[in-house]
Structure formats: structure tokens, C-alpha cells
């Protein structure tokens, strides 16, 4: 009978196994049922359930963007701030995936590991969190934008506070319109386009390319050029806005000289291009706050000469989230190494952890002479091309604006990039506004009229 | 919901865990606490040397191998010379094919022979008379048993039940729950009363902790479906005749012997018919509908199995024959998997290895049939690519959320939001998906009565395993010993691709989580399997002992334990 006993050893064995992974499940469940509770499938967190007891949501001044009363959610008194914010607040539903209500609703819910969702009614209370935008300022892009569709994003490149994510087209979320899903007006309302969408970056992308030329060989900045308006690559134009005549890469880059950057580019080659671009956050997604950004693209392995031209001045299959602009812009601003933005200044308990684990963490995106450089070229850019005027508030501004073509009879999205170098209110933003046409007419009033609004605030 | 009623229905919940709590420990105390210790009742006393060798238990090997229950060091005495067995009418020796043969008072032996106290026996040159443990001086302590009255057990059984019935009651606000579960607390305790009273039998732990898993099944199929749950208490009630008539078929290992060849055609043939006139249901063909009852006749094809697979005529694993036994088990994973039930082949597979192992001992036969079946696997999975699936999304359920997996998904979001007592029974979102009540049982659990009752009702399964190793030694016979194992071991193995397969740690084999899962058959099935590990412990068949007798033969004193 021993040795049945012995041998009985391997089912034993297969009876530990089966506690360990017993264990092994808790230890994931206890590590990521916050996470697995504010998925979108949840149907005790879905449309109007979930909020009925949730914790209220402030901006960075206090003022509450949404809270919860007799069961219901209640948002901003203000029609513009509601629909200012929403993309960033999101509504009673979960259409808006990157919202705060959407990925956050467990947390807002009362959710906890011991009781679940189960707390009884009485028992509930949500928790509370305050965001880093300023409702004000979110509320100065909204209007700024107006009936355009587009993004504002602004935020601070030394904390990485974001006090601006806007998004339009917008709704009323106390008010949902009925015509959403058909009326043209309101395409992609349920998304925050700052973060979940991507645009042809036109000519803010010769930032791009400029680094690039800049971090294999720094005298590149003195590379002179003779630019007629325009330039044959593989016997096909590449063409101009003006005719820059004689010109080294600071006045390319003021007058946005395609013929230069695009020559630039051939000269730097794919691997060259490709890999700087990869460095400024091309090709992969951004994370922070649990919020995930959509894929920025850059890829010129297959490309022929002349499409490796167009892709120096942002052409070509470039494309780009707002978020990922404006985050390679913080490099420049911040010697190098960019900052990753947060949207979250504060939440009840200690819930904030798991998610600022997966946040994606600062790189350095290029040599601070590089950095430095760029930005003097940007400050020439302003003052020279745009003039200072052009940004009216108090603020010193470096710029670069774009104006992307799209398609044959699209009208170009118009874009503008820039940080400001006042050290007691560092921003880095991106504006576009799509089909805006012109980034210096239509996309610089729109940053000029947030940047005015955050001082104005103080 | 009425806020009063909304707090006494959390507060329930918050006392449920506890309840099920104390009915396990009580189990598993009584369980280990009751059983025998091991001490010699008799003795081989050497008349060669001095030597005296206490008999432990009911079947003893005797030989020069290291591994003999007696060890005898005499190069005359074969590796696996003989075995010395116990059965209700007496003491036996049987000789295990040794090269000197056996003697018994100076008698060649042939087949089972028997021995009474005093008799010589002879082995080689080495010679060994049977003894009263108590006339050679070697300890035959016999201790009190620590148990729980049973009664206690049972009782907090019926508060248990009635907390969850109440908490579903007030969740759906509607008092037709009570049924089901009144007409369980009655079959049980009917059950308890026939096994006490009637049958005269000392414990009722294990019926016990089979009653609390299919208890929380009836009342988790109350409050989703009334119709669910009545399937699942007349299964139950069948469950418990096949178990008490399992009990009364196993007792005597003869009959056993017997019956062996005709219970392996019984089991082929249940597969092969179901091949045949099987219907399809979601992908597998398993089932037979018979009128308005459909069955599917794998799960009871598993009881035969083990019988079959445990049920050899070797004498104490000392035959290493293993022929019939792989031939059966071919044909058996063979009939599965053309019936495309993959889960249930895994199972009979790894029941197949355990028995295999436990009977031969043999490391190689196992080596050589994981290989095999290796190679199986591998073609199955270039002929059926839907099984690929499975493993393509195994570990990856979030990537396909709304494709293969699914069911995963919505598993692990539900179970998260249950957090340790659960949003309340019939207040969870999981009830609605697909096979909630079979596949994905233990996250239904986990949602709506909370993480720690799922986990106690793991702890159930892996813990009446770890009792049927606990008494491997102790039983009757190896046959009950392997049985108990492969039985246990089964359940371990299903439960584990149940919940595991279901919180994606492997991949989705839609198997059954024994005793809790909906359905009918393998409900019943759960508790047949059960008393091969009831027929494992001797203090099962312990009953019929005339009070009367004054004082017990040595050899009876096992049975008064």
C-alpha cells in the first residue's frame, strides 16, 4: 500500500498545481481588477448605470465639471464649459473611450477591491477627481475653434499639467443631440481628436527633418541652397510657396522652404529620416493616465526619392496626433527631452498608481545643442516670418506653423506648433483645425487666443 | 429596491463566505481527525532471525524490494514475493508470481490462500508466523476520533442555503426561489437521515462538501433560470442514488473483479452510441436525446472508466501489464475526440495517465503516452484549425475582446466587479452571456457571490483530492486507493480547465466545474465519481458491527475505528 501511496505523488502535485493557480488568479485579480472593472464592456458601469453615486470631477481651479445628484449626473451650469469639456469629461454613456467618465468610471463608481460593486446604495461614494485643465482655458479653444472641426492641446512642459485638450466638434452632454450619429456636423464627436486622432503634419514636420540633419552633422545648419520655387527630385517638382532664393536651413525653415527640406531628406536618406522620426515619438502610441494616443506614422523604407521628399515637409504617408506634435515640441522647449503630458492632478484613495505605472515615461528625443537650435530657429521664424504681433498676448512664443494638403480638392488642415519660453509659464501646444487652409492665419489666432486666455487667468 | 432590504441583502452576503467557511472546516477536521492511525493489528514475527514485522494495513506487500510494505532483506525472497491481504472473511496470503513460491505451514500455496494467527508461513528460507500485534509487543494504539457531530455539519449546510436563498429572494424581490431551495434542504436532509439511521454510517463529511457546491449551483440556476434549477435538484437527487448504489456495487472487491470486463463494453459501447446517434450540440457531438431529457453520456462513460482502469486482477500493483487498460483508453479518447469533445478527451487522458502510473508505476508507459498523444494533439490541430483559435487568443483574451475571446473578457471584468462577497445573486451581467451557468460558472460565482465562495469551492474540489490521497493506505483495497485518486484527480484536473480555461491562464476547453455547473448529467456523474472516494475510506463500509461482542478479534478492531 506504500507504494500506491508513493505513486498517488504526481496527482498531488497536480492538485498543488491547481491551488497555485487558483493563487495565481487572485494575485491578477487583485493587481488588475481596477483596470478590468472600467473596461467599456462592463454593464454595471455602461450608459446611465454607474454614475448615479460617482464622485465628482473638478478642473485645477475647483471648478466642478461634473458631479452626482439624485441618481443623476449633473454637469457644468455653463453651456460652453459643458461642451468644452466633454471630450475630456465625457458623457453619461462610454462612447467617448479616452474620457475621464469612460476609463475612469469604476474609480468615479465607488469601486473597491473588497466589495466590488457590490456596495449597497446607501453605502456608495464615489471618488473624487480633479483634473489639470483649466475649464477657462479649455472653454477659450472651444470658442476658438468654433464651427471647425480640430484640437488644442497645451500643456506645461516642466510638470507635464495639461491645462488644454480640446477637441471639436462637441455636444451638450446634458443635452445629447439626437441627429448625432447622422448629421454631418457632429462626425467623430465621440472623439477627443487630440489624442485619437492623426493628420498629415505638413510643414511642422520640418522641425522634424531639421533635427534629423542637425543631430548627424551639426554644420548642416550652414547648408546653403538656391531655391527657384521649386525643386526636381526623380524628374517630378517639388514645389514652394515663394521663391526663397539664396538660403541656409534658418531662413528654410522661416519661409518653409519645401525645395530645401525636401532636398534635405534625399540628402539624409530613409534610415536617417526614419530613425529621427522614430525618436520624436513617430510610430508608436503615447500613454498617460490610462488614456492611450493613436499611432503616429513615419515610414519612408519603400519610398521612391521623390516621396522621401515629400515626407521631409510632412507630406507623403506622414501622419500625426496632435498630442505627439505638441509632445516633440516639449523636447525642443525642454533641451531635448520631451515630457509626457498628465490629466490627472489628484484622485481619492490611492488609485492613480496602477495607472501612472503603464504611463508612457520621458525619452530624450535629441542633443540639447540640437534642442537649442531649433528653438532659436523657431524664435527667428516668429519674429522674422509670423511677427510678434501674431501671438498678441505677453507671451514670447516659438513657432512653426503647417499648412498639410490633403487629397487633390481637400482644403489643407492648418497647423501651428510652438512652446513659450517665459520660464513662470512654460507651454508647449498644437493646434489644428482641419481644412483651416492656413496655419499662420486660421491655426496661430486659435493658439494666440488659449495662450491669452491662461494669462488672463494668471 | 427598498434601502432596508438592499442593506440586509449586502449584509447577507457579508456572512455567507463565513458560513461556507465553517462548513469546510468542519469537513476537513472531521475527515483527518476520524481516520485510523497506522498501527499494526497483527504481526509477522521471523523465526529465522528475530526480527517482527508489523502488518499496517489491508493489503501488504511482502519482498526484498525497498518499496514492500514488509521488506524482507533475504536474497531467497523474490523483489515482489507476495501479498498479504485482508478481506471480510479472514486473513490471506497470495503468492505474486515469486520464483521460490509460498508455504503455509509447510503447504504450497496456489492463488489466495488463507492464513489465521499462528500459521507459519514461508517465504525462501525465510520463515514467518502471523501474530496478535498485541501478544509481540508492538504498538496497536487505537485513538478517540476527533470529529464534529455531523448533524452540526449539516445544519450549517441548511443556514447557508438559507442565506443565499433569502439574499436571491430579496435581490428579485420574489419568494419562488425558496422552492428549489426547500426541496433541496428536504433531499438533504432525507439523505442524512438514511445514512445515519438507516445505513448506520459514522460519517457524512464528503456528502456534506458535494452538498454545499451543488446547493450553490441549485441557487445559482434558481435566480437566473426556475426551470434550471429543478433539472439541476432531480439530477442531484439521481446523483445521490447512483452514489449510494456505486457504494453498495464497490464493497466487496470480488465483485468488482468481476464485473470489470463487462462495465469496460458497458462504457465503449455508451461512447460508441453516442457517436452513432449523438446529436450536436454547440460543436460537440455529445449528446443523446432521449425524449425530453437529453444526456450526454460521456460523463457517466468517466465512472466506468476508472472502475475499469482501477479494477485489475493484479495483486498489489506487482503486474506491470498495462494492454487492456491502453487499448480501452485508446478507443475511448479516440470515440471523444471524433465526437469532437476535446475537453472531455483531455480529461479521460490525464485520467488514463494517473491510473496508468498509480497501477504500473511505469515512467516510461507515461512518457510514451504524453508523446503520443503529443503528436495527436499536433495533427488535431492541423485537421480542426477552430481548436487553433482557442490557443491563438490563450493569453491574449483583451486583443480579441469582441472576437474568440470574448467570454474571457466579460468573465474577468464580471469576477473584478464581484470584488470578495459579490454584487448581490441575480445582480450580476454575466448571467446573460453564453453558458454562463456551465463554462463560465466560477466567474458567475465570483460576481455575484463574490471571489471568496468561488475560491472555497476550488478549495472544496482540491481539498476532497488531497483526502483521497490522505487515506490511500488506509483503504480496503489498492483498487479503492487508485480509484479514490483517479476520481479526485479527474475532478481536480476538470475543475482546473474550468476555471482556469475561463480567467484565461489556459485555453477555453468548455468542460464542467463539478457539482456547481449546470447540468443535469454531469451533476450526477460528480457524485458517482464522489463514491469511489467515499469507497476509498474504510470507515465507509464500518457499519455493520453487532454491538453486542465483547471483545473484538484483533483483526475487527480496524472496523470499529
Redesign the interface.
Known sequence: MRRTRSRSFPVLMLTLAFFAGIVYFLVNLTVHSAEWVSKPYNGHLSDSTGLEFAGRITDRNGIVLARSEDRKRIYNDDYDIRCACLPVVGDDSVNNSTAIQTLYRSELSGYDFIFGLGTPDKLKKGNDITLTIDSKVQTAAYRALGDSKGAVVVYNYRTGDILCMASTPTYDPMNKPEDIETNEKYEGAYLNRAVSSSYTPGSTFKLVTAAAALEKDRSLEHREFDCVGSVEIDDKPVNCFSVSGHIDMKDALKDSCNAYFATLAVELGRPCMNEEAQKLGFGKSWCFDGIETAKSSYDVSEASDYDLGWSGVGQYTVLETPMNMAIRTSAIANGGVCVVPHLIKDMDGDLLSSAADKSSKPERMMSSETADKLKEMMDYTVKESYGKWSFSGSLDVCAKTGTAEVGDDGIAHAWVTGFTTDESCPLAFAVIVEHGNSGFSVAIPVASAVLNAITENG | MN?ML??L??GI?LSEPFVALIVIIMCFVSLKGGRREEKALIALESETDDKTYPV??????IGRSR???IRINDFTVSRDHAVLLRRNDGWFINDTGSKAGVFVNGQKTDGRWPVAVGDNISLGSTSLVLRRASDVGVQTAVREPKRFPQGVIVAFITLYQALLTLQAAINMMSAEVIIPSALFLVVMWAFYGVSKLGLRRLNFELESLALLLSGTGIILAASHDMKQSFVQLAAMVLGIFLYSFMLWFIEIPDRVMKWNIAIAILALLMLASTLVLGKSLNGAKNWIVLGPVSVQPSEFAKIAYIFVGASTLDV??TKKSLASFIVISILSVGFLVLMSDFGTAVIFFMTF??IA??RS?DIKTVILAVSAAGIGAMTMLSVKPYIADRFAVWGHVWDY?DGTGYQQ??S?????????????LS?G?LQ?LFASENDLVFCLICEEL??IIA?LC??VI?GL??YA?GV??R?RS?FY??AA?SA??LL??Q??LN??GV?D?LPLTGVTLPFVSYGGTSMAACWGLLSFIKAADERTYARHIPKQKKAPAPEEMFEQI
Request: charged share 10%; proline share 0%; net charge neutral.
Open positions: 434601502e438592499e442593506m441583502s449586502f452576503r499496517l494495513y489491508w493489503e501488504n506487500s518499496s514492500s510494505d498489489l500493483q495517465l494517473i502510473f498509480m508505476g475582446a473578457v466579460r474577468l471584468i464580471y469576477s473584478a466587479s464581484g470584488g470578495l462577497f459579490g454584487t448581490g445582480k451581467y446573460y463574490g471571489c475560491v476550488a478549495v482540491g483530492m488531497i490521497r490511500t493506505t483503504s489498492t486507493s487508485i485518486c479526485g484527480g481536480v484536473f475543475s482546473a476555471i482556469f480567467v491562464i
